[in-house]
């Protein structure tokens, strides 16, 4: 048997050729540029969605309330601050019908009270004249108690024609030959240490002569006294706050007394003893003192004239001095022709030991 000589093995087929390397690199550079590409797109994903989540947070509006803890109710309180404690009251706020009920009747109380708009008060012109002529001025003096001569009604006499025995009666009042008419009095005197010079005479001197006014009043008239230094001491009788006093004999009597018992010392302030005199709306003011420093400024001046003017009030200026003759330009001079009174210039050398 003859044999075949044995042929190399045959090559399996192949449906299509090799790929080169050339026809795989395009292929194996896309997977490696999305691979690379993955992380920051899942990056940029989770930051834009970090943003508007914080967007919708700023934007949605805070809940009300604390939260776990319940809100509390909050009042209204008055605080009442005595020397040694604090006292806190509280205060009710007022309901929507009280509020309402409380405007209709300030509107109603107005329209009541608004007179009609035709309505012109009549003007006692007759009243007037005979106010302005029973008011005497004094002549040139000394300015001691009876060394003036004045022209008018006499000390004690009512003027203006009210009758006899009614509340406001109008009299005229003097002090150191200053004479003022109306029915309600206050009397202003320094009592400040300058006040003790001259052996005590200038303090002396001047309650002799205000107890001497004093008595020229009658129960038809209100009085009252504030002596001063940097603090201003009223009259004040026990149990009763500042306000002006009929002038009976038994308030007199009192007011004589607590002349008696000032003493001088101190300093001076004159503004606060004028605005509390004028705080009482008094027909006139008799102020008294030696100094003629500190004065009073201008702008002062002027506020103690403008509350002057709303309360009807005549200021008379009554100046103690040591010279013959007052310092020229003196603030109390100003004083008085700013408040239609009269000034006087009172030399304390006069006056007798």
């Known amino acids: 048997m003859t044999r075949l000589p044995e042929s190399a093995p045959t090559p399996p087929k192949r449906d299509h ?32 969605l970090i943003v508007m989540v914080a967007i919708v ?23 009442h601050r005595l020397p040694d404690r604090e006292v806190y009251e509280p205060v009710e706020p007022p309901t929507s019908d009280a509020i309402d009920q409380s405007e209709a009747s300030t509107s109603a109380a107005a329209a009541a009270a608004a007179p009609p708009a ?6 006692d012109l007759a009243g007037v004249l ?47 030959g200053v004479s003022g008419t109306g029915s309600r009095f206050v009397y202003v005197l320094d009592r400040s240490d300058s006040m003790n010079g001259y052996g005590g005479r200038p303090l002396r001197r001047a309650k002799e002569e205000l107890v001497r006014s004093l008595n020229t009043l009658s129960q038809y008239q209100q009085f009252q006294i504030i002596f001063y ?10 149990g009763m706050s500042l306000a002006l006093v009929e002038g009976n004999e038994s308030n007199v009597d009192r007011a004589e007394r607590y002349v008696e018992s000032i003493q001088a010392f101190g300093g001076t302030k004159h503004k606060s003893a004028l605005l509390m005199a004028l705080r009482m709306s008094p027909d006139v003011i008799f102020f008294l003192t030696d100094a003629h420093l500190p004065r009073l400024s201008h702008l002062e ?12 009030t005549t200021i008379h200026a009554i100046e ?29 050398n006069r006056f007798a030991p």
């Open 17 to 48: 050729a090799p790929a080169s390397r050339f026809s795989r690199a395009p292929r194996d550079a896309y997977h490696r540029i999305r691979s690379r590409q993955a992380p920051p797109l899942l990056l940029s994903f989770g930051f834009h």
């Open 57 to 79: 947070s700023l934007i949605r509006p805070p809940a009300n309330g604390t939260g776990d803890v319940a809100d509390r109710n909050i009042g209204i309180a008055m605080v």
């Open 118 to 123: 035709d309505l012109s008060p009549p003007i």
């Open 130 to 176: 005979s106010a302005m002529e029973s008011t005497p001025a004094p002549v040139n003096g000394s300015g001691i108690a009876g060394d003036t001569t004045l022209d008018g009604d006499s000390v004690g006499e009512s003027s203006g024609g009210k009758p006899v025995g009614k509340l406001g009666q109008e009299t005229t009042a003097r002090l150191f």
């Open 229 to 238: 230094n940097e603090n201003a001491k009223p009259f004040q009788l026990a």
């Open 301 to 312: 001046l002027q506020q103690i004239a403008d509350r002057a003017t709303r309360s009807g």
């Open 320 to 348: 103690f001095g040591s010279q013959p003759a007052p310092t020229p330009g003196t603030f109390l001079k100003e004083l008085a022709e700013m408040n239609d009174g009269q000034y006087q210039y009172v030399d304390v």
